[in-house]
């Protein structure tokens, strides 16, 4: 499986992204996707997945602001991130496996990056 990630950009505090994660090579709807993100000089941290039955886990700060979502028709995981903090600025990575985890390390394929800067 092959993951891009697009959608990241420079934003003002308090504002919204979309961003996506797009699969070819397989299908993608039998897969889990996660979200991780990594700040310069922070361990990559997970951010939110979806499972094969679109069952969605956040991490408790990202609660409530980030939505994570899948089109299978389009092979398609979003992550949808509203009220942006400064504090959100990481490069964003998709990453696909069978079964959402918390380890990063256990996760199969991963896209490239994508950063999201936000400055207030």
């Known amino acids: 499986v092959l993951l891009e990630e697009s959608g990241g950009g420079l934003v003002q505090a308090g504002a919204s992204l979309r961003l996506s994660c797009a699969a070819s090579g397989r299908t993608f709807s039998s897969f889990a996707v996660a979200w991780f993100r990594q700040a310069p000089g922070k361990e990559r941290e997970g951010v939110s997945c979806i499972t094969a039955t679109n069952v969605t886990f956040y991490t408790d700060s990202m609660k409530g602001r980030f939505t994570i979502s899948r089109d299978s028709a389009k092979n398609t995981v979003y992550l949808q991130m509203d009220n942006l903090k400064p504090e959100d600025t990481a490069v964003y990575y998709c990453?696909?496996?069978?079964?959402?985890?918390?380890?990063?390390?256990?996760?199969?394929?991963w896209g490239q990056g994508t950063q999201v800067t936000v400055f207030s």
């Open positions: 990453a696909a496996d069978t079964i959402c985890k918390r380890d990063p390390s256990n996760f199969h394929y």
